[in-house]
């Protein structure tokens, strides 16, 4: 049971490594996972994904903001499950059937984050690196820093450090 969500994280990374078009030198590399919420592309850092998982049942927690979805056992630890779009947008989102949950590991945290879809690591090139990214609303240019340009699109790098340490994710009751 505990391999599933390494062996997911495993396939995905395959899967990724299939879709890349030309190989980029070692040197220049920067890989992330990919993933995508409320219609954008976005990649973090390796380092702040522990694993992905399928969306799992979860015990809601009474009085608690709609995107703060429940808690769920993993493997016998219990994981706070959140609804990352929801959470940036103030409205409601569905769990669609391509739906993840990215999983965070933080000294102090632990805790998954629904996403619309997962893309798997995705390499990107730092040469295609900008630092502003001017096509983001507020509430996502908060959690970003700088975007990839890769196949004619911008993937920004959606930093979950910044996430965690924001009071009003770290506090979902009304």
């Not at 998982?53 to 979860?58: D, F, M, N, R």
């Not at 009474?62 to 995107?67: F, H």
């Not at 499950?81 to 965070?104: G, I």
């Amino acid at each position: 049971m505990a391999a599933k969500g390494f062996i997911e994280l495993l396939r995905l990374a395959d899967r990724g490594k299939k879709r890349q078009v030309s190989q980029i030198d070692q040197t220049l590399r920067w890989s992330g996972v990919a993933f995508e919420i409320l219609g954008r592309q976005f990649v973090a850092p390796l380092g702040d994904i522990a694993e992905v998982i399928y969306v799992p049942e979860w015990t809601p927690v009474p009085s608690t903001q709609k995107w703060a979805c429940g808690v769920a056992n993993i493997r016998g630890r219990l994981l706070s499950v959140s609804h990352l779009a929801a959470f940036l947008n103030h409205s409601v989102n569905e769990v669609k059937t391509d739906s993840k949950v990215l999983c965070l590991m933080h000294p102090k945290h632990y805790c998954g984050v629904i996403v619309d879809q997962v893309f798997g690591i995705q390499h990107f090139n730092q040469q295609s690196y900008f630092k502003q990214a001017n096509d983001l609303p507020p509430e996502l240019q908060e959690f970003c820093q700088g975007y990839f340009m890769y196949q004619s699109k911008p993937w920004h790098v959606f930093m979950f450090r910044d996430l965690l340490n924001n009071p009003r994710f770290l506090s979902p009751s009304h």
